[in-house]
């Protein structure tokens, strides 16, 4: 199976401050990786697809990049509505595996 | 865009077989796998497995033995099965479509519970 190592698993900031996020994967998985948010007693929202491209109605500020092994989640300008867990998913082959998680908090 | 809504037994004892259904509104089956994923409280995501519009099954290897998805074309849903459960398998359960290319839509999930 591949492994996704998300980092950091936590993280503080502050309204306005750019964030980044990062995936590596334990082989390369081309571009075959997505992006969700999470909200509390929610489902995840699909946020990046393919490495980096927006669904529809997916804010700017959030980005994708990366590709082989490498990747990374990038919210330039944290709003309120941010404040959440983000978790990545490889699409490569199966079973999909997802990153542990990244909680980001108000500082 | 399409909904999912699902169903199920949410408190079962050891031992229980878990059943749960997720209906498919605004779509067909076709072109898309159709996935069960589970979150422990307070944990993260583990993806169980999916289905095609075919019936064309892929598990994760560390449910396998007791994990069946399938498929009701006519009814426009697709169920999950469980046996043997037991407190490990206490999580929210989500039904999904399209992991393989990101997952537009999700159910909105269904807490089970397995206590004796």
């Known amino acids: 199976d591949i492994q996704m190592t998300q980092s950091p698993s936590s993280l503080s900031a502050s309204i306005g401050d750019r964030v980044t996020i990062t995936c590596r994967a334990s082989?390369?998985?081309?571009?075959?990786i997505n992006w969700y948010q999470q909200k509390p007693g929610k489902a995840p929202k699909l946020l990046i697809s393919?490495?980096?491209s927006l669904p529809s109605g997916v804010p700017s500020r959030f980005s994708g990049s990366g590709s082989g092994t490498d990747f990374t989640l990038t919210i330039s300008s944290l709003q309120p509505e941010d404040f959440a867990t983000y978790y990545c998913?490889?699409?490569?082959?199966?079973?999909?595996?997802f990153g542990q998680g990244t909680r980001l908090e108000i500082k | 865009q399409v909904q999912l809504q699902q169903w199920g037994t949410g408190l079962l004892k050891p031992s229980e077989t878990l059943s749960l259904t997720c209906a498919v509104y605004?779509?067909?089956?076709?072109?898309?796998?159709w996935s069960w994923i589970r979150q422990p409280p307070g944990k993260g995501l583990e993806w169980i497995g999916e289905?095609?519009?075919?019936?064309?099954?892929n598990y994760n290897p560390s449910l396998k033995s007791r994990v069946t998805i399938s498929l009701d074309t006519s009814k426009n849903h697709f169920s999950l099965k469980v046996t043997s459960v037991t407190a490990a398998d206490t999580a929210v359960y989500y039904c999904?479509?399209?992991?393989?290319?990101?997952?537009?839509?999700w159910g909105q999930g269904t807490l089970v519970t397995v206590s004796s």
């Open positions: 289905i095609s519009h075919s019936g064309r099954t």
């Open positions: 393919a490495a980096s």
């Open positions: 082989q390369s998985i081309s571009t075959y």
């Open positions: 999904a479509r399209g992991l393989e290319v990101g997952a537009l839509s």
């Open positions: 605004g779509g067909s089956f076709s072109g898309y796998f």
């Open positions: 998913q490889e699409s490569y082959s199966t079973p999909f595996i």
